[in-house]
């Protein structure tokens, strides 16, 4: 990606990786090399949005508030799911579809990753 992270940005992910790190979900540890952090308040407007505070796509973690009234454990499990898509990408999206969110084992790993972060 061609834009610069902030050093809040970069702080906010190092901080997020480090409470990921301690978890040991999966043999590899997250990379957050690529992972960048947006404010896209417009896409939580979009009705299958509005019910998150945050969501992932890949290496970005897209934010309803700005990065400064986020809390740690909302990065932490948005960067959770960065981490399950970087292990087993395919598996983790087929679960969403045919499972479902809320008892989604993934969103369970992330409840967790927030709830050590808090």
């Known amino acids: 990606m061609g834009l610069k992270r902030t050093s809040a940005e970069l702080a906010a992910l190092e901080q997020a990786k480090a409470t990921l790190d301690g978890l040991g979900f999966y043999p590899e540890l997250v990379n957050i090399h690529r992972v960048r952090i947006l404010h896209v308040p417009w896409l939580f407007r979009l009705p299958w949005f509005r019910r998150f505070h945050g969501y992932e796509m890949g290496p970005l973690i897209l934010l309803k ?32 579809v045919r499972g479902g969110y809320a008892d989604n084992p993934h969103e369970t790993e992330a409840r967790k990753a927030g709830a050590a972060a808090s």
């Open 65 to 96: 508030q700005p990065l400064s009234e986020t809390s740690a454990s909302l990065l932490a499990h948005e960067l959770c799911h960065v981490w399950q898509d970087q292990d087993h990408r395919l598996r983790m999206w087929w679960s969403y």
